[in-house]
């Protein structure tokens, strides 16, 4: 860490992680009326790769600053010490919040934002399998690119999320994303609730799996 350079204050980053998860719920939501799939996942990913590197610039030795993204990756990163677990229900309230505001104020909107593409409503079965892939995937990206890894790298969960069975899945990549969706009226309540837990557990289970097999640094 640079000298002179202080931690962001938590509401500073509370702030953030409120925006952020705004605007990548809204950029969900309009991808999800785009003229097919392919151009929703790719936005997504974009957004998610740059706001990542944004993220990254308030990082520093002791905390991450990619956890503003995404709750999930917040919990992993608490879990390998690169974040405070007494901030986590804070940043996640505040995640889910900002994307219920987006989603339930695109679903106000109507059909000016124009028609959504035409998808099945999700199975539990896909919704447990992609939740869970989606967000082992995107643990692992996260830890890479807080370790210095490329930025474009946490496009990863978002493509996973993306190839599911539908294209409404590509919400699992994020949990607070899940909830924005369905507030939107573009996925079952049940079945984004589910996506949004799994991401926490998948989350979790991530982080102390790669704890596991990653070498402890020497003293």
Do not use: K
């Amino acid at each position: 860490m640079e000298a002179g350079y202080h931690v962001p204050s938590l509401a500073r980053r509370l702030v953030m992680a409120g925006t952020m998860s705004l605007l990548l719920t809204l950029v969900a939501v309009v991808g999800l009326h785009a003229t097919n799939a392919t151009l929703t996942v790719a936005a997504l990913a974009l957004v998610t790769v740059a706001f990542g590197w944004f993220a990254r610039l308030s990082s520093s030795d002791p905390l991450s600053g990619l956890g503003a993204l995404n709750g999930g990756w917040a919990l992993a990163l608490a879990i390998v010490g690169r974040q405070r677990f007494g901030e986590l229900l804070p940043l996640v309230v505040v995640q889910l919040l900002a994307a219920l505001a987006g989603g339930t104020l695109l679903r106000a909107l109507g059909d000016r934002i124009g028609e959504p593409q035409l998808f099945a409503d999700p199975s539990w079965s896909s919704v447990t399998l992609v939740s869970l892939l989606a967000t082992l995937v995107g643990t692992w990206a996260v830890l890479g690119v807080d370790g210095d890894g490329p930025d474009a790298l946490l496009a990863a969960p978002v493509v996973v999320a993306g190839a599911g069975p539908t294209v409404a899945l590509v919400a699992t990549a994020n949990p607070a994303i899940c909830v924005g969706v369905a507030a939107a009226g573009l996925l079952p309540w049940g079945p984004a609730l589910a996506g949004a837990a799994l991401g926490l557990v998948g989350a979790a289970a991530g982080a102390y799996a790669i704890a596991l097999v990653t070498p402890a640094p020497e003293s």
